[in-house]
């Protein structure tokens, strides 16, 4: 069974620029979260989805983030513009329902300069 | 808001040595779940422990379940050096289905 894909896996911008995530959850998988990592912290949720519908999005700055699940298969995840203090990484799970085990992606790690 | 809060924030044992890492909450939770992270890499679910459970093993792997004291622990016996990872306890908050974790704790098993 393959597992999440993320791409890329590393990216650089500079600040006040845009950048776009991609995850591909385990086929059959309801719930999508993507998190933020920021190192020496554990992962903070941004969005949780189950199937297309939005089940969280209280941590999302939405003033620059933003987030969809097409179909409610694939996911994407926006900033735009970016902050210096958006380096992080952001790491993408799916389980086949909530609150049940996560299956994470190898994630994407952005540094914002 | 971080619901888990994992303790020690770093443990360095000897490879054979038991390790073992707490986690505690606040709120009324469904599930907890316990996870490792590698240096550089995602995470990996280890186990997941039910509200009305008590204790869960899985290999070397122990974990135990307090809801009176809203605490959890995770036991690593006979530890080996490919132990060395950061491990974080994830709560539902309030048994909302909304996953939270704690900063973790990083455990150095030395050959």
């Known amino acids: 069974e393959a597992g999440v894909a993320q791409s890329p896996r590393y990216k650089i911008i500079e600040k006040r620029q845009s950048v776009a995530f991609w995850c591909n959850p385990i086929?059959?998988?309801?719930?999508l979260y993507w998190y933020q990592q920021i190192l020496g912290q554990g992962p903070k949720l941004l969005i949780q989805?189950?199937?297309?519908?939005?089940?969280?999005d209280s941590q999302l700055p939405k003033d620059r983030f933003s987030a969809e699940r097409l179909k409610g298969v694939d996911s994407t995840l926006k900033i735009q513009p970016a902050k210096l203090e958006d380096s992080a990484v952001y790491l993408c799970?799916?389980?086949?329902?909530?609150?049940?085990?996560?299956?994470f992606g190898p994630g994407t790690r952005l540094l914002v300069l | 808001s971080q619901q888990g809060e994992e303790d020690p924030q770093a443990l360095s044992i000897q490879e054979g040595e038991n390790a073992t890492m707490n986690c505690s909450y606040k709120?009324?939770?469904?599930?907890l779940q316990w996870y490792r992270q590698n240096s550089g890499r995602g995470l990996v679910h280890l186990i997941l422990?039910?509200?009305?459970?008590r204790e869960k093993h899985s290999g070397r792997l122990r974990v135990t379940l307090d809801t009176s004291k809203k605490s959890s622990s995770l036991l690593i016996t006979a530890s080996r050096a490919a132990d060395t990872a950061s491990y974080f306890c994830?709560?539902?908050?309030?048994?909302?289905?909304?996953?939270?974790f704690g900063r973790g704790t990083s455990l150095i098993v030395h050959p």
């Open positions: 994830a709560t539902d908050e309030g048994g909302s289905y909304i996953p939270t």
């Open positions: 709120t009324s939770i469904n599930n």
């Open positions: 422990i039910r509200s009305n459970e």
């Open positions: 086929s059959g998988h309801a719930t």
């Open positions: 799970a799916s389980s086949p329902v909530a609150q049940e085990t996560q299956y």
């Open positions: 989805f189950q199937n297309n519908g939005v089940v969280d």
